[in-house]
C-alpha cells in the first residue's frame, strides 16, 4: 500500500488534471517509482486514483514502455539497440551485459541488481552505443567501461 | 448530394456518406472488418481498399474512411484494389489459428467469407504463429483469443458504445490482446453483443458451444420476450432445441444490439419439466378430452361468474380473440392485467400516446435530452439504456428523477446523469427532442396523465412483450383488473391464459383451465391444463412499448429436445410416430378450439 | 559560420536566465507582445517561409493559419519534444544547451494564435531536458514573461511539461494528443486536422521544438534575415543536423538548411574515421530511404532531398561505412519500427513483422528470390496503413531495393551475409 502523503499528492494532481486521464500517466509513474514495477496493487490503487477501471489503467501499462508490469531489478539497463548504436557495436554490448551479467535479455539477475532490457533509441546517438540505468545516460560505451559503469551503479566503487 | 460512379454505376447519395456505404446502396459489397454500421470507421483493418480512378481524389483508398464526393470514379475490381485487399488477407492470416474445423463461428465467419472473396489461397509466410491465453470471462462467452485479427470492434463496442470499463485492449505493436484485466464475468449487461459484433470467433456463446453449425441451424427472425421493447432477435435451435440467440438488425428498434437478459435468459423452452401434454385433473389426455372438459367445467359456473386472465406474455393474436372468448363463456369477465394499479397505468399511457407521440429506441438514442422517470431501466428495459446512452455521447443531459430511479442504472453504461427529486426540476422545455422514459408497473395513471401533459415524446415501459398490445385490446375492450373482478367478489373461476396469477389475490377460487408453456402455479392448479407453443414455436405478434406491432416467425416445432436426458443419464424412450412432447399448440388455435365446444 | 539556435551556448553547461537575456534572449517576446498583433507575428512567420523541423517539412506559419479565428472554447499549442527517432538528437543538443530560445518561441507562437495554455510533450530519457524546461518555464514566470497579462498586452499564457512513458509512436502529432489525453498512443484519423480538431477536441498546433525554437529569431530579425540564413535561394534558415555512425567526429551541428550532404560529412564531421570510406547514410532518421556515395552532393533541403528519392526528415544523418551490411541495417531499422507500431492497423501490424522475418531470412541466408519481390509489395503496400510510422518504416527498405539489390541478392545467392553478419 502506498503511504497516505503519496495518494493524497497524486489526488491533488488528479485533481488538477484537465481530465481525469491526462493525469493517468504521471500517476503510474509515481506508483512505479514507489513500488520499483507496476504491481497488481499499484494498478487498483492508480485506478482508484484516477477514477478509471483497472482495465483501462491496464491498456495504457501494457502500451507504455517505460511502465513495467513485471518486477524489475533495482536498477534497469536500458541498451538502446537502434540504428546508430547497432552501427557503432551495439549488439556486442548487449551480448556483453547479458554475458557479463549471466542473464538474458529482458531478464533480471539473481541478486535482484539489474535487469537487462533492450531499448529503443535514447537520443544519444552521437556518442554509440548507448545505454540508460534509471535516469542517467551512458555514451561511448566500450566493453570495459561498460563494466566499471555497472560496478558504479552497484555502489561498489 | 453527391453523385459518383462505382464500377460503371452512377450513385447519388446523401452529404458525408462514405463510399463504402455509397457501394453497398447499390449492393457492391465491399470487404470490411473493422467498419460496423453502429460503430462507424476506424481505418484499422485496410481490407475495404478501394482505386479512385479519376476525380477529386485518386489513388488506393480505404473506402470506409472516404467520404462520397462529387464526380469521383470508384473501382472495387481494379488489379492494385484487389492485390491490396488480398493483402490484409494475408498479414490477417498470418498469425491466425485457421481451426475453422473447430471454431463455432466457422460458417458464418466475415474472416472466412473475406478470405475467400479476396482471393488469398496460398501461405507464402514461412515464420511462428503468435499464440496468447484466453480469458475465463464467465459461463456465457468464450474466449479464443488466437482467431482475433485486431478489428477493435469488440473494444470498441464496450467502452464506447455501452460504456462498459471492465474489457478493453492491451498490449501494443503485435501483440494487442483483446480482454480484461483478469479472468471473470464481464460486467456489462450488453456483453454478449460481442460475439455478433466480433468478425472471427474470437467470442463465441458458451451456451451454445460446440452444439450446431451455421449451415445446419434452425433459425427465424423473432422478436425478444424479455421485456416491453422487442428487440429483435434471431433464435437459433437443432433438433428441437433452442440453442442461443443472435441480435437481429432493425434501425427503428434495436439497432444491431440485444441485452445480455435477452440473449442469454433461461432457455425454459427447452426444459424437460415443461408441460407439454394436455391435463385433465391431473392426468394426460388427448386434446380433444381436454377442450371437452374445459368447456364442460366452464358450463357449471353461472353467467359472470369467470373471469379469463391473460397477460403481456400472450402474442397479439391469442389477445384479440379473448372478447370473443369472454362472450362465449357467457359474460365472463375479461382480464388482461391482475394488478389495479399496473392495469389503469397501461390502459393510460396506451390511450394516451400517440404514434407521433411515441419514442422509438432510436428516437431516444437522438434525443437532446432524456427524462428517466422514476424507473430502473436495468430491470425493466435494458436497450433503453444502450438507447439513452448513445443520446449522451451526442450531448444530451440525462435526468433521472425520482427515488425509483437509482443512479446505478446510468453508471452501469458509465453515464453521468443528473438527480431529481421531482419532474419540474427537469429543464424539458429548452430541448428541441426530448423523451421522458416512464414505467406502468412503477408510476400510476394519474401521474402518467399529468408527465404526458409535458411538450416531450414519451417511452412507457410495459410488464412484458405485448404489454401495449394487451393495453390497447384491454382499453378497447372494457376490460377489468383481475384484483377489480375479483374483489366485486362475483368471480367463482378462473382461466389463465399463459399467466401466473398470484396466490394471495387468487384466494381461494379454482383455475378452472391454464393455457400455457412454462411451468407455474396456475398450471399446478389448474383443473385442465391445454399446452401451448413457445414464441419460438410459433408465428405470432407482439405490440412493444412505442406501439409497434412486430412479427415473430416460428424457429423450430414444438417437443422434447433430442439431447435431453434424464436423471438417470438416459435420454427418455418414447417410442411413438409422432414428434415426443409436440402437442403445444398456439395459443390463438387453442382458445379457437375452445370457442367451438361452447 | 552565424549561429542561430547555438548561439548562446556555452560550452559543457547550459546556458542561464541572465545570460541569455543578456543576449537579447526575450527580447522577441517583447517586439511581438508590444509591437506587433498576432496576425502580424504570424504573417512573419509564413513570410520567413520556414518549413517544420519535426520531419513532415510542413511550413509553420501555415499550419498556425488553419486554426480557426473565432471558434469558441480553448485551443492549444504543443511542442513536439518525442525525439524518438533513431538517429535523431537534435531537440535533446538544443534543450541542454538553451532551454529558453523554445519557451520563448513557444510563448510567441502562442500569442500568434491565441493559445491560453501549451504544452510541452517530452520522451523518457530527457530527464536533463526536462529539468532544464521545467527551470525556464519558471523563470519565465518570475520575470513576467508566462502567466497573466504579460507586458502589459492583455494576452495570458501558461506552459505545461508533460513526460511521457515512452513510445515512438507518440511522436506523431495525433497519437501525441491521445497519449497527452491520457489515452493510448493511436492516431487519430485525419481529417478532421488538429488544427480543426485536436486535443480534447479544440483546435490544436503541434510543432517540433526547433522549429519553436526558431521563431524568436525571426521575429527579431525579419523574415527576410531569416530565409538569407539557408545556403540556397529556396531554403529558409538553418538547421541542426545531428550526425551519427561511422563519421570521425560525429555531433549536432547548425548549419544553413541546403548545406550539401558532402559538406556536412567532410566538414564538421570530420569525414568518416578511420579506415572507413563512405557507402550510404539515412539523411533524416531512420524513415529516410538511404542515401548513396553518388548523392554526396545533394543540397540538404527539403525538396532536393526529395528530389534523389529521400526525405530531409529531421536531419538526423546517420552514416555506414564500406563494411555495413544494408541488409543488416534495413533489418535493424525495421525490427525498430515493427516493435514500436502502435498496432492499430493491419498493414504495420502485421506487415512490419512479415518485413521483419523476410530481411531475417535473407541475412541468415535462407532468403529466395522471390522474397525481393515480397519485399517490393510490401514497401508499395505499407503506404496504405493508417499513419505514416508504416510507410516511413519501409523507407530503409525502398532505399535497399533501389540502391543495394545487388547486395540483397547476394545474400541469397551465397547462401550467406556477405559482411559475415549471421
Ligand atoms: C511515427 C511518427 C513519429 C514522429 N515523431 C516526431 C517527433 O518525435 N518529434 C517531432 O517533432 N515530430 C514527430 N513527428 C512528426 C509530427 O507528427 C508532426 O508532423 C510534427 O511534430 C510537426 O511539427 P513541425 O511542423 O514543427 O515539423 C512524427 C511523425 C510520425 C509519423
Ligand atoms: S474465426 Fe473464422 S476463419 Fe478463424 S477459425 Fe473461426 S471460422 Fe475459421
Ligand atoms: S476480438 Fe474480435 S472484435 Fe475484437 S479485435 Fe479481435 S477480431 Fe475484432
Ligand atoms: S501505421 Fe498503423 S499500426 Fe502503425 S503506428 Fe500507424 S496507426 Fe499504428
Ligand atoms: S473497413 Fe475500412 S479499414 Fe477496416
Redesign the interface.
Given at each position: 500500500m502506498i503511504p497516505d502523503t503519496l495518494k493524497t499528492k497524486l489526488k491533488r494532481r488528479v485533481a488538477a488534471a484537465i481530465t481525469n486521464r491526462e493525469a493517468a500517466i504521471d500517476v503510474m509513474k509515481s506508483l512505479q517509482a514507489h513500488y520499483g514495477w507496476l504491481t497488481d496493487e499499484a494498478v487498483q490503487e492508480a485506478a482508484e486514483i484516477v477514477g478509471l477501471s483497472t482495465l483501462q489503467i491496464e491498456e495504457l501499462a501494457t502500451f507504455y514502455e517505460m511502465i513495467y508490469r513485471r518486477p524489475v531489478g533495482r536498477r534497469v539497463i536500458h541498451a538502446c539497440d537502434s540504428i546508430s548504436c547497432w552501427a557503432m557495436g551495439g549488439e556486442a554490448l548487449l551480448a556483453h551485459l547479458s554475458g557479463h551479467l549471466e542473464i538474458k535479455v529482458g531478464e533480471t539477475t539473481a541478486d535482484g541488481a539489474f535487469t537487462l532490457l533492450p531499448c529503443c533509441c535514447l537520443g544519444n546517438c552521437g556518442e554509440a552505443p548507448t545505454m540508460m540505468i534509471g535516469d542517467t545516460i551512458y555514451g561511448r560505451v566500450t566493453l570495459e567501461s561498460a563494466l566499471e559503469i555497472l560496478k558504479r551503479e552497484r555502489g561498489e566503487i | 448530394m453527391p453523385k459518383l460512379i462505382i464500377d460503371d454505376i452512377t450513385v447519388e447519395v446523401a452529404e458525408g456518406v462514405t463510399v463504402l456505404e455509397a457501394a453497398q446502396s447499390v449492393d457492391i459489397p465491399i470487404p470490411h472488418f473493422c467498419w460496423h454500421p453502429a460503430l462507424g470507421?476506424a481505418?484499422?483493418?485496410?481490407?475495404c481498399?478501394v482505386k479512385l480512378l479519376d476525380g477529386p481524389i485518386k489513388g488506393?483508398q480505404?473506402s470506409c474512411?472516404l467520404p462520397a464526393q462529387d464526380g469521383m470514379v470508384v473501382s472495387t475490381v481494379d488489379p492494385e484494389a484487389v492485390?491490396?485487399r488480398q493483402?490484409?488477407i494475408e498479414?490477417?492470416m498470418?498469425?491466425h489459428p485457421h481451426d475453422c474445423p473447430v471454431c463455432d463461428e466457422g460458417g458464418q465467419c466475415q474472416l472466412q467469407d473475406y478470405t475467400i472473396a479476396c482471393g488469398h489461397g496460398l501461405r507464402?509466410?514461412d515464420?511462428k504463429k503468435r499464440t496468447h491465453l484466453n480469458q475465463d470471462l464467465g459461463p456465457n462467452i468464450e474466449h479464443e483469443m488466437n482467431r482475433c485479427?485486431?478489428c477493435?470492434r469488440c473494444a470498441r463496442f464496450y467502452q464506447e458504445f455501452a460504456g462498459g470499463?471492465?474489457?478493453?485492449?492491451?498490449?501494443?505493436?503485435?501483440?494487442?490482446?483483446f480482454g480484461?484485466?483478469?479472468d471473470g464475468e464481464l460486467q456489462s449487461p450488453f456483453s454478449g453483443n460481442l460475439v455478433d459484433i466480433c468478425p472471427t470467433g474470437v467470442f463465441t456463446d458458451k451456451t451454445a458451444r460446440f452444439r450446431a453449425r451455421y449451415w445446419d441451424f434452425d433459425m427465424a427472425p423473432s422478436i425478444c420476450p424479455e421485456c416491453s421493447l422487442g428487440c429483435n432477435t434471431t433464435p437459433v435451435a437443432r433438433y428441437r432445441e433452442l440453442l442461443k440467440i443472435s441480435a437481429r438488425h432493425n434501425d427503428a428498434v434495436n439497432g444491431w444490439f440485444i441485452c445480455d437478459r435477452g440473449r442469454f435468459a433461461d432457455k425454459k423452452v427447452n426444459s424437460f419439466d415443461r408441460p407439454r401434454v394436455p391435463l385433465v385433473n391431473g392426468s394426460s389426455s388427448g386434446w380433444g378430452d381436454a377442450v371437452d372438459a374445459v368447456a364442460k367445467k366452464a358450463a357449471e359456473f353461472a353467467p359472470g361468474s369467470i373471469a379469463v386472465v391473460a397477460s403481456s406474455r400472450l402474442a397479439n393474436e391469442g389477445a384479440a380473440l379473448l372478447p370473443d372468448l369472454a362472450r362465449a363463456l357467457s359474460g365472463a369477465k375479461l382480464c388482461f392485467f391482475s394488478n389495479e394499479v399496473i392495469c389503469r397505468a397501461s390502459i393510460t399511457a396506451a390511450s394516451q400516446i400517440t404514434p407521433h407521440m411515441a419514442a422509438s429506441l432510436d428516437d431516444v438514442a437522438s434525443a437532446d435530452c432524456i427524462v428517466i422517470y422514476e424507473c430502473d431501466l436495468r430491470q425493466e428495459a435494458p436497450m433503453m439504456l444502450l438507447a439513452v446512452r448513445q443520446a449522451w455521447r451526442k450531448g444530451a443531459p440525462v435526468f433521472l428523477v425520482g427515488k425509483g430511479a437509482p443512479l446505478e442504472q446510468a453508471a452501469a453504461v458509465s453515464v453521468e446523469a443528473v438527480d431529481l427529486d421531482i419532474i419540474v426540476e427537469a429543464p424539458i422545455g429548452i430541448f428541441d427532442r426530448p423523451v421522458i422514459i416512464f414505467s406502468t408497473m412503477r408510476s400510476s395513471a394519474a401521474e402518467i396523465k399529468n408527465l404526458m401533459a409535458a411538450e416531450a415524446k414519451f417511452a412507457p415501459l410495459f410488464d412484458g412483450p405485448n404489454g401495449m398490445g394487451m393495453a390497447k385490446l384491454a382499453a378497447a375492450n372494457s376490460t377489468i383488473s383481475l384484483e377489480s373482478a375479483v374483489k366485486s367478489g362475483l368471480i367463482k373461476g378462473i382461466i389463465t391464459i399463459e399467466c401466473v396469477i398470484a396466490d394471495e389475490l387468487r384466494g381461494e377460487i379454482p383455475i378452472i383451465a391454464a393455457l400455457d408453456w412454462q411451468m407455474n402455479s396456475s398450471v399446478k392448479n389448474a383443473g385442465v391444463f391445454l399446452p401451448t407453443t413457445a414464441w419460438v414455436e410459433m408465428n405470432g405478434t407482439f405490440v412493444n412499448n412505442e406501439g409497434r406491432a412486430q412479427q415473430f416467425k416460428k424457429v423450430m416445432a414444438p417437443g422434447i429436445p433430442v439431447s435431453a436426458t434424464l436423471e438417470s443419464g438416459h435420454p427418455p424412450r418414447i417410442h411413438s410416430l409422432d414428434v415426443p412432447g409436440g402437442e403445444p399448440k398456439p395459443a390463438w388455435e387453442v382458445i379457437t378450439e375452445i370457442m367451438k365446444r361452447l | 559560420m552565424e549561429q542561430i539556435l547555438f548561439r548562446h551556448n556555452r560550452p559543457g553547461r547550459v546556458v542561464t536566465f541572465e545570460e541569455y537575456r543578456s543576449e537579447g534572449g526575450f527580447s522577441a517576446l517583447k517586439k511581438g507582445l508590444t509591437t506587433m498583433s498576432p496576425d502580424g507575428v504570424q504573417q512573419t512567420v509564413i513570410d520567413s517561409g520556414m518549413r517544420g523541423r519535426g520531419g513532415a517539412g510542413f511550413p509553420t506559419g501555415k499550419k498556425w493559419s488553419f486554426v480557426p479565428r473565432n471558434l469558441p472554447g480553448p485551443r492549444w499549442l504543443i511542442c513536439n519534444c518525442d525525439e524518438m527517432e533513431p538517429g535523431t538528437y537534435k531537440d535533446r543538443i538544443l534543450l541542454e544547451s538553451n532551454p529558453y530560445s523554445l519557451v520563448e518561441g513557444i510563448i510567441l507562437a502562442c500569442y500568434a494564435i491565441g493559445v491560453r495554455h501549451a504544452f510541452i510533450f517530452i520522451r523518457r530519457g530527457y530527464e536533463q531536458a526536462a529539468a532544464n524546461l521545467k527551470n525556464a518555464v519558471a523563470e519565465a514566470h518570475g520575470a513576467g514573461f508566462l502567466g497573466e497579462n504579460i507586458f502589459g498586452s492583455g494576452f495570458s499564457c501558461d506552459v505545461d511539461i508533460h513526460l511521457s512513458a515512452g513510445r515512438y509512436i507518440c511522436g506523431e502529432e495525433t497519437a501525441l494528443m491521445n497519449s497527452l489525453e491520457g489515452r493510448r498512443a493511436n492516431p487519430r484519423a485525419k481529417p478532421p486536422f488538429p488544427a480543426i480538431k485536436g486535443l480534447w477536441g479544440g483546435p490544436t498546433v503541434v510543432n517540433n521544438v526547433e522549429s519553436l525554437a526558431n521563431v524568436p529569431y525571426i521575429i527579431a530579425h525579419g523574415a527576410e534575415w531569416f530565409k538569407g540564413t539557408a545556403a540556397t535561394a529556396e531554403a529558409s534558415g538553418m538547421k541542426l543536423f545531428c550526425v551519427s555512425g561511422h563519421v570521425a567526429n560525429p555531433g549536432c551541428f547548425e548549419l544553413p538548411l541546403g548545406t550539401r550532404l558532402g559538406e556536412i560529412i567532410y566538414g564538421p564531421c570530420g569525414g568518416m574515421r578511420h579506415g572507413s570510406s563512405f557507402k550510404a547514410c539515412l539523411p533524416g532518421g531512420a524513415s529516410t530511404p538511404y542515401l548513396t556515395a553518388e548523392q554526396l552532393d545533394v543540397a540538404m533541403d527539403f525538396d532536393p532531398v526529395a528530389k534523389e528519392g529521400s526525405r530531409l526528415g529531421t536531419g538526423g544523418i546517420v552514416v555506414f561505412d564500406q563494411h555495413t551490411c544494408m541488409v543488416g541495417a534495413t533489418l535493424n531499422l525495421v525490427r525498430f519500427y515493427a516493435r514500436e507500431s502502435c498496432g492499430w492497423c493491419t498493414p504495420c501490424r502485421e506487415g512490419l513483422p512479415y518485413v521483419v522475418h523476410l530481411l531475417e531470412k535473407i541475412e541468415a541466408g535462407q532468403g529466395r528470390e522471390e522474397h525481393i519481390q515480397i519485399l517490393k509489395e510490401h514497401v508499395q503496400r505499407l503506404n496504405y496503413a493508417f499513419c505514416a510510422l508504416a510507410p516511413g518504416a519501409m523507407g530503409p527498405v525502398d532505399g535497399l531495393l533501389r540502391h543495394f539489390e545487388d547486395e540483397v541478392r547476394e545474400h541469397i545467392t551465397k547462401s550467406r551475409c556477405p559482411f559475415g553478419g549471421s
Open positions: - | 470507421k481505418g484499422a483493418c485496410r481490407v481498399a488506393i480505404m474512411m492485390a491490396m493483402q490484409v498479414w490477417l498470418i498469425n507464402r509466410y515464420g485479427i485486431q477493435y470499463t471492465d474489457f478493453g485492449v492491451m498490449g501494443s505493436a503485435s501483440r494487442v490482446y480484461r484485466f483478469e | -
